[in-house]
Every structure is written in structure tokens, then in C-alpha cells.
């Protein structure tokens, strides 16, 4: 008779096994965003994906798509109301949605980051988060903050006065363009593929964008200055599809709020190292920063500003500009 080892080898391992306290994976969850792998945005993302496995004892797994790999903003939007994504970092392409959503970002609405995180943080904060989970079925849980633009050029230029008809490229918005000529330079939209060969061949003087941009497009080899009128400050929100949370036990929920909130904190972090960082590159390859007349730069441009938000906005607006 052949004795057949192989069974109660089997056997034991498989009761080994039973008794072994076993966490399985019940849940992934799948983040798409637009920024690439070197952005904070993507390390918080991952970071957030690390504190929520470890709060949830690996039963939830969050799995990173950057460069628009799942699919472009709008795209993961839709997919987030179809059931189809799981998450993505989104601000004011929400307001196709929720109006609330244009004051993520507003010209001057903002007069530092203190002021920013007290408005998304505080009362308004929690409105504009509201209407979106009405309005979207999208549930922000956390924010992420944005380098403010500034205006690069080749002269230093400290007041809306001195802008004299200065020819600048501006995105496609009618808001920036109407702000930008009520402050007194001459602004027209361009593809900002176009943007680095039209400020070297003088075709415009002049552009705006964020610290990052403009050192990741190499403008410092076409405009000499930064003047740091850092007219848009805004935020941008990480956000979880409101059928996926609903499928969240209240505990689960409490795990994605904590590991949210802690992806928010290292995300400031090295949104912080990163401006401070952009600054110095820039200078170090010969661009020299401006401090400007916030104030009436501000001044300037509220009635422009006013006449360009929607109806129901523009009374938080004045509210905003008054303080």
C-alpha cells in the first residue's frame, strides 16, 4: 500500500493557514490625475493610497494613475458620476456643476495663503463642498494648494500703472482677459505651446503662470523678471466619487478622512519646498523678482472681476475683496 504524504501535509497547511489572522484586500480604489509623478499632488496622492492601506489593516488599496493615464479631468469626472472611477484632484472645472466651484479661483479674492486656507477651510469652504457633492455626486475630502501666478516680463513692473499697454499672453478665459486689460496691458489668448517662440521673436512682451510653469517652460531664458503679483491664488480638491463613499462602512469612511487630511498636511509640505525651490532656480538663471502694489493691483481689477462672476457668487465675491 502506498501511503499518500502529500494529503495531510496538505491538510495541516491549509489549517495553518485558517488560523492565521488574515487581512484581504476588499477594495481598490482608483485615483486619476492630470499632474505627473515629480508634482505634490501625485506624491500626496500616493501617500494618501499608503495611510489609508495602513489605517484599514490593507483591507483598502489605492491605485495612482498620473499624466491623465485614466483619462483627462472632465473624463474622470464623468467616469466618478458613472461609477466607472473611484477618485481624481479637481477645482473649478467643477463649477459645469456647482457655481460654488469658481471661487477656487478668482483674481485678488485671495490676499495670502493664510487668507486662502481660512476661506477653504472655514464656512465657504464647506458650501462650495456641499454643492458639489449635490450637484456633482463628487465628495471632496481634502485640499491641495497651487502656486500662484505671477506676471513675468522684461522690465520690472510694480503697479498697474506701469503695465502701459504691455502685449501678454493669457489663457482663454474670458475673466483673464478682462482683468488683465482693466489693469491696463493689452492681453490676448494663445496656445501656451506658442508662448516661449512669441516672447522670444517679441510678438508679445509679457505672460503669467504659476512659479513651476514658468520654470518648467525655461522662460527665464526669454524674459528677464517675475514680478510677483501673484493675482490667482487657488486650491484644488481631492475628491472621491459619492457612490464609492456610500459603499463605505462609517469606520472606512473615518480612515478616508484621516488618511485624506494627513495627505493634505505632507502635500503643503512639499508644495512649500517646491515654490521656495522654483524661486531659487529661477533666480540663479538670472531672473529678478519684483515685489508689487497688491493693493492696486486688487483695486484695479474688482470691478472687472465682479462683472465676470456669476450672479450667485458675486455678493460672497464683494465679501471676499472687502476683507
Same mark, same amino acid.
Given at each position: ?14 489549517? %495553518? ?6 487581512? %484581504? ?11 505627473? !509623478? ?5 506624491? =500626496?496622492? /500616493? ?9 484599514? #489593516?490593507?483591507?483598502?488599496? *489605492? !491605485? ?5 493615464? $485614466? ?30 466651484? +469658481?471661487?477656487? +479661483? ?12 481660512? *476661506?477653504?477651510?472655514? &464656512? ?45 499672453? *493669457? ?9 488683465? @486689460? ?22 508679445? &512682451? ?21 514680478? $510677483?503679483? !501673484?493675482? /490667482? ?40 519646498? @517646491?515654490?521656495? #525651490? ?17 493693493? =492696486? ?7 472687472? *472681476?465682479?462683472?465676470? /462672476?456669476? #450672479? ?6 464683494? #465679501?471676499?475683496?472687502?476683507?
Amino acid at each position: 500500500m502506498t501511503f499518500n504524504w502529500k494529503k495531510p501535509a496538505m491538510a495541516a497547511a491549509i489549517a %495553518a493557514l485558517t488560523a492565521m489572522p488574515v487581512f %484581504a484586500q476588499e477594495m481598490t480604489l482608483k485615483l486619476g490625475h492630470l499632474a505627473n !509623478e515629480d508634482n505634490p499632488w501625485h506624491l =500626496a496622492s /500616493v501617500r494618501f493610497g499608503e495611510e489609508l492601506s495602513a489605517l484599514t #489593516d490593507g483591507r483598502i488599496a *489605492v !491605485e495612482v494613475f498620473p499624466n491623465e493615464s $485614466l483619462g483627462k479631468e472632465i473624463d474622470l469626472i464623468n467616469g466618478m458620476q458613472l461609477g466607472t472611477v473611484d477618485m481624481t484632484i479637481t477645482g473649478e472645472s467643477l463649477q459645469n456643476w456647482s457655481p460654488m466651484a +469658481a471661487l477656487l +479661483a478668482v483674481p485678488y479674492a485671495y490676499k495670502s495663503i493664510e487668507h486662502m486656507d481660512e *476661506v477653504a477651510s472655514g &464656512e465657504i469652504g464647506d458650501q462650495i463642498e456641499a454643492q458639489i457633492v449635490a450637484n456633482a455626486q463628487i465628495r471632496p475630502i481634502a485640499y491641495f494648494a497651487r502656486g500662484p501666478r505671477n506676471l513675468t516680463s522684461n522690465r520690472p513692473i510694480a503697479s498697474p500703472d506701469e503695465l502701459n499697454g504691455l502685449k501678454m499672453r *493669457v489663457p482663454n478665459v474670458p475673466l483673464f482677459i478682462d482683468v488683465w @486689460s482693466a489693469l491696463g496691458a493689452a492681453p490676448g489668448p494663445m496656445a501656451f505651446s506658442e508662448v516661449f517662440t512669441s516672447l522670444q521673436n517679441g510678438t508679445i &512682451e509679457a505672460q503669467e503662470n504659476p512659479l513651476a510653469l514658468i520654470r518648467s517652460a525655461s522662460f527665464n531664458e526669454v524674459q528677464s523678471h517675475v514680478n $510677483l503679483t !501673484e493675482h /490667482v491664488r487657488s486650491w484644488i480638491y481631492l475628491t472621491i466619487a459619492e457612490s464609492t463613499w456610500q459603499e463605505l462602512s462609517e469606520d472606512d469612511q473615518a480612515a478616508v478622512m484621516e488618511a485624506a487630511a494627513r495627505a493634505q498636511t505632507y502635500e503643503r509640505e512639499l508644495f512649500e519646498a @517646491s515654490v521656495a #525651490d522654483d524661486r531659487a532656480h529661477l533666480e540663479a538663471n538670472g531672473m529678478t523678482f519684483v515685489e508689487v502694489d497688491g493693493a =492696486a493691483f486688487a483695486a484695479a481689477a474688482k470691478d472687472a *472681476v465682479l462683472s465676470n /462672476v456669476s #450672479d450667485e457668487i458675486r455678493p460672497t465675491v464683494e #465679501d471676499l475683496f472687502a476683507e
